[in-house]
């Protein structure tokens, strides 16, 4: 067997790839690459490989943020699209696996160390009970994760993609002013770096102002710098929000055995986070309240989780017990 392999976690906005020691899980040769820069994903690995071509390579695992339903794959949030059976034999590869972005975060979950993740509430994990986790940025991504056996089993889905329910006056206004624009108004709408701006924005426009076209990081700068009431807010919402939907993902599959969020978002500011409304609100479920006191919840530190996870399925679906 090949001692390493590739792996790759592929948002709308970059694709990262690196090599996975198959003998340990080790990470090595990172690199992050612009999607809107290059033609398809083949072409980034290509030029990837090309650049190790010292080291052999003859299998390896692809996190993709889109649906996997079966050998064709098309992006949500670029135009990427690919057959897995035809870049597996272009590259000559001998096993190929293309899975959902969360699936491979969900996978890493197992291999972090605890100087990985960082605890908001709740109290200690229990062992054998299944696992949550959600992320904002380019989109909303959810996975599920339960230990059966001595493997882990992910549950891929697009939970990003559900209503969006709204649990106060103020998230009233901010589903009125979305659904006016968009129709259905999901989750990713709102918890996103789009998603972000389309909060700025509906609390402007709910108070019969004009929005500024502001950025996500110009958003959260002002907010961090209590320079922008609006943009203050708007982040403020955002935490409270990214709180009533790891509840709900708590609640669905009973995740006693954590909720983590991961996603390039929270970690700006996290600071702010850890003292904002989440955990209120991750736990505000009425007569499930004292259900959810005891379950913890985890932001992943650890900078490359998709990577880490993906080479951990790959290591699994050849053999290997995590």
């Known amino acids: 067997m090949y001692q390493y392999a590739l792996v790759g976690d592929v948002g709308g906005t970059n694709a990262r790839l690196a090599l996975c020691d198959l003998t340990n899980g080790n990470l090595s040769h990172g690199k992050q690459y612009s999607v809107l820069e290059h033609d398809s994903l083949e072409s980034v690995i290509r030029l990837f490989l090309g650049e190790h071509a010292a080291l052999a390579v003859g299998s390896g695992c692809i996190a993709i943020a889109c649906p996997i ?5 098309e992006m949500t949030n670029h135009n990427w699209a690919f057959s897995i059976a035809a870049v597996k034999q272009s590259l000559g590869f ?34 054998g009970k299944p696992i949550a986790v959600y992320g904002a940025g380019t989109g909303l991504g959810v996975g599920h994760l339960l230990p059966v056996g001595d493997q882990w089993v992910s549950l891929p889905g697009e939970g990003g993609h559900v209503d969006f329910a709204s649990n106060s006056e103020e998230e009233d206004l901010l589903l009125q002013v979305l659904r006016q624009e968009l129709g259905h108004v999901s989750a990713e709408r709102v918890l996103s770096g789009p998603g972000l701006v389309n909060i700025y924005r509906a609390i402007v426009k709910s108070d019969d102002r004009v929005p500024e076209a502001l950025t996500p990081q110009t958003i959260s700068e ?16 955002f935490c409270v929000l990214m709180g009533r939907f790891g509840g709900n993902l708590a609640l669905t599959l009973g995740t006693f055995g954590g909720v983590y969020i991961a996603g390039g978002i929270v970690p700006r500011f996290l600071e702010f986070f850890r003292n904002s409304g989440f955990r209120a609100a991750f736990e505000d479920k009425g007569r499930f309240r004292d259900y ?15 990577l880490l996870g993906a080479g951990a399925y790959l290591r699994q679906a050849l053999g290997q017990t995590l």
Not at 69 to 73: L, S
């Open 94 to 127: 001998s096993h190929l696996e293309v899975i959902n972005d969360f699936t491979a975060v969900s996978m890493a979950i197992p291999a972090l160390a605890p100087d990985d993740v960082i605890q908001l509430g709740g109290a200690a994990p229990l062992a």
């Open 69 to 73: 339903t079966g050998d064709w794959v």
């Open 222 to 237: 002002r907010a961090l710098a209590h320079s922008d009431v609006d943009c203050l807010r708007a982040l403020s919402l």
């Open 292 to 306: 959810l006191a005891d379950i913890p919840a985890y932001l992943i530190t650890h900078p490359q989780p998709g």
